[in-house]
């Protein structure tokens, strides 16, 4: 009983270079998210997905894309990193069975990532 | 930006007593939450209150809602060192959830 699993768990990257983090989820939810976490501050939604196929922006979708052709999974990419998107990134998943936003979302443990 | 603020951003007590933590937001909502997040961990759901309620209890925790304020508060009754984490608003709004800047408790023994 995963829940939700976030890969890989650390990266250090240089400026430039491109990445791909995983997120998979075993609950079977509708709804996927990305959030960037900075010191201080709270969570920033990236991208969400409200199904498989389906993608959309949150507040700060730029240098990022992302994915989801498989329901249990949402991709984050980077195309070309930068020193700014140092952050601590979070995805999270949630059952779209009734809307208003009622479930509460089920986080992975993170992925700290390091731009140099 | 549609974040949530809270105060206060540091909250340090001592066990059984009571730690209170506001939530303020600028925007209508569906639905308020509050997660707890531990060092180094994702955020892990505690309470959900709807926009027509102004009350919501669950264990230890006490969640008000006051939305003509727009503003939340939680509240941890006999507090323990466990509690100690970072404890996160978060409000629904088409769709999309946003965080509160988060009220870090330290909890000491």
């Known amino acids: 009983n995963a829940g939700v699993t976030q890969t890989p768990k650390f990266r250090v990257l240089k400026t430039g270079q491109s990445m791909t983090l995983l997120c998979a989820q075993d609950?079977?939810?509708?709804?996927m998210y990305w959030y960037r976490q900075d010191p201080g501050m709270g969570l920033r939604l990236i991208h969400y997905?409200?199904?498989?196929?389906?993608?959309a922006k949150g507040e700060v979708p730029d240098g990022y894309n992302v994915s989801r052709l498989k329901k249990q999974n949402f991709l984050l990419g980077l195309e070309s990193a930068a020193p700014s998107q140092t952050s601590v990134y979070f995805c999270?998943?949630?059952?779209?069975?009734?809307?208003?936003?009622?479930?509460?979302?089920?986080f992975g443990d993170g992925t700290r990532l390091s731009i140099l | 930006s549609q974040q949530g603020e809270e105060d206060p951003q540091a909250l340090s007590i001592q066990e059984g007593e009571n730690a209170t933590m506001n939530c303020s937001y600028k925007?209508?909502?569906?639905?308020l939450q509050w997660y707890r997040q531990n060092s180094g961990r994702g955020l892990v759901h505690l309470i959900l209150?709807?926009?027509?309620?102004r009350e919501k209890h669950s264990g230890r925790l006490r969640v008000t809602l006051d939305t003509s304020k727009k503003s939340s508060s939680l509240l941890i009754t006999a507090s323990r060192a466990a509690d100690t984490a970072s404890y996160f608003c978060?409000?629904?709004?088409?769709?999309?959830?946003?965080f509160g800047s988060g009220t870090k408790l330290n909890v000491k023994p």
């Open positions: 999270a998943s949630r059952p779209g069975a009734t809307g208003g936003g009622l479930q509460p979302q089920h």
């Open positions: 609950m079977n939810h509708e709804y």
């Open positions: 997905s409200v199904g498989e196929g389906t993608t």
């Open positions: 925007t209508s909502i569906n639905n």
């Open positions: 209150i709807r926009s027509n309620e």
């Open positions: 978060a409000f629904y709004n088409f769709n999309k959830f946003y």
